[in-house]
């Protein structure tokens, strides 16, 4: 997965390779520690891309299972599918209102448009955001909202900040967040709860390449 942690370039070109429907397939079908690296290649992929590649690769279908390794009991791989989602979300805002091709069908990737130097765009008023719409009926925003209380500091403030940012959510009261202690995570006021306790354990990311992107 490092080389789609590296530039848009790069990623472009893993991308022309043909490589990413077959990425996309192992989500679902191989055993799980392949199946992270086809995730962290992706997500990385998602987080360094130019905005129309990113519309290439959600319309290779990975929004579907990715959304489902919200689940995962990993915070590391979670906060991976986090940015992944959020550079989506984020493409999907400022393409609004362009002819881009926002499906999640698992059509063919094509890549003619995918150049890294996209054009700057103004989103159309009120235009919806076409990325939200497919995290949504993907499941993804059920599952977002699911980890509102993650245990995890670091997830919990990515969700927070995508569903504000793209969902409309309420602002979280900081009371509610998990803060870190001695004896693990503190929510509020309340007892500290040991990470082995809590339903989701861990860490923060510890993957970090080209800017905070997950990398193997």
């Keep these: 997965s490092n080389v789609t942690a590296g530039s848009s370039h790069q990623i472009d070109a893993v991308c022309a390779s043909g490589v990413v429907p077959r990425l ?3 989500l679902s079908t ?7 690296e086809a995730a962290y290649a992706l997500c990385n992929a998602c987080v360094g891309a130019s905005r129309s590649t990113v519309s290439a690769l959600v319309s290779a279908g990975l929004v579907e299972p990715l959304s489902g390794l919200l689940e995962c009991p990993e915070p590391e791989l979670v906060l991976a599918v986090l940015e992944a989602f959020e550079a989506v979300l984020d493409a999907g805002a400022t393409s609004a209102g362009m002819h881009l091709p ?9 890549l003619p448009c995918a ?38 500091p670091a997830v919990y403030a990515k969700v927070a900040a995508i569903l ?20 693990g995570y503190r ?16 860490g923060g990311r510890t993957r970090e390449a080209d800017g905070g992107r997950a990398a193997r």
Excluded at 123 to 152: C, D, M, Q, V
Excluded at 190 to 202: D, F, K, L, N
């Design 187 to 202: 929510f509020g006021g309340g007892a500290a709860v040991h990470p082995r306790e809590a339903s989701h354990s861990g």
């Design 164 to 183: 504000d940012a793209h969902f409309g959510a309420d602002p979280i009261d900081e009371e509610l967040a998990p803060g870190v202690v001695a004896e």
């Design 30 to 36: 191989e055993e799980h520690d392949i199946l992270k």
């Design 115 to 152: 150049s890294p130097a996209s054009p700057p765009f103004s989103p159309a008023a009120g235009a919806p955001n076409p990325a939200a719409a497919l995290i949504e009926e993907a499941g993804g925003l059920e599952r977002l909202e699911a980890l509102h209380h993650h245990a995890n």
């Design 24 to 26: 996309v397939e192992m």
């Design 102 to 110: 926002w499906t999640s069908a698992g059509s063919p990737l094509h």
